[in-house]
């Protein structure tokens, strides 16, 4: 009975207009807003007093954010594997967890030079053949193992886009770079049961409204075979 009542909930047509909505708007950039009907004006005009604060921010407005993010929600719980949908409900209901991560940062001497230094974690910075030749037992070395076991690099992470905080947008730069970082301290390949175990170290340690989602919504998908 349980699952007769679940099933349709993954498969509704509700779920798929949610996340179409959704990809229209997480797709779009600054230059490409929808006209509002009937007005003439754009939704770049209702925003345009916002400046771009960063490489690939797009300001977006009140409505759009709130609908970006429950249609992502929708499309992340009906497809883990559309990462865009992922990264985008990310940044459209974090910005409180956000910003007591960066108090957190501001509160530890270490975290205070990581926002001030703003380190990245890339191929350009990080030298990976260097890792390859450290010791076996060495967390540089298990790192790179694990990029290589999975054909990934560094630089598989989306850029931030939607959060209206140059800082807060590091912190969550920060936050994806390091999430093999965590696979790695974990000794969880990429799988999903071994995501939502992610997730829920995540969740303890960022309280994100995603990781949270990830953490609770996922076990019940895997478990209805979805």
């Not at 990029?147 to 850029?159: A, F, G, N, Y």
Request: with cysteine.
């Amino acid at each position: 009975m349980r699952r007769l009542i679940i099933r349709p909930f993954w498969k509704s047509n509700i779920i798929h207009r949610l996340c179409s909505t959704a990809s229209g708007l997480g797709y779009q950039n600054e230059n490409h807003f929808p006209e509002t009907e009937g007005t003439g004006h754009t939704a770049h005009d209702e925003i345009d007093h916002q400046k771009i604060l960063y490489n690939h921010h797009i300001p977006i407005t009140k409505f759009q954010r709130a609908a970006l993010a429950i249609g992502s929600a929708f499309a992340a719980l009906h497809n883990p594997e559309r990462h865009v949908m992922v990264a985008d409900l990310g940044e459209t209901t974090g910005h409180f967890a956000l910003g007591r991560l960066r108090s957190k940062m501001n509160s530890d001497p270490s975290g205070r030079q990581i926002l001030r230094e703003r380190p990245r974690i890339n191929s350009s910075i990080v030298e990976l053949d260097k890792l390859r030749n450290f010791p076996e037992e060495s967390f540089g070395r298990a790192y790179v193992e694990f990029l290589d076991s999975h054909e990934i690099t560094p630089d598989s992470r989306m850029p931030v886009r939607f959060i209206d905080d140059e800082e807060l947008a590091y912190v969550m730069t920060r936050y994806r770079e390091i999430h093999d970082f965590i696979h790695t301290l974990l000794g969880l390949s990429i799988s999903v049961p071994n995501e939502i175990v992610v997730k829920w170290f995540e969740m303890i340690q960022t309280g994100l409204p995603m990781c949270m989602l990830g953490s609770f919504f996922g076990p019940v998908k895997l478990s209805f075979g979805y």
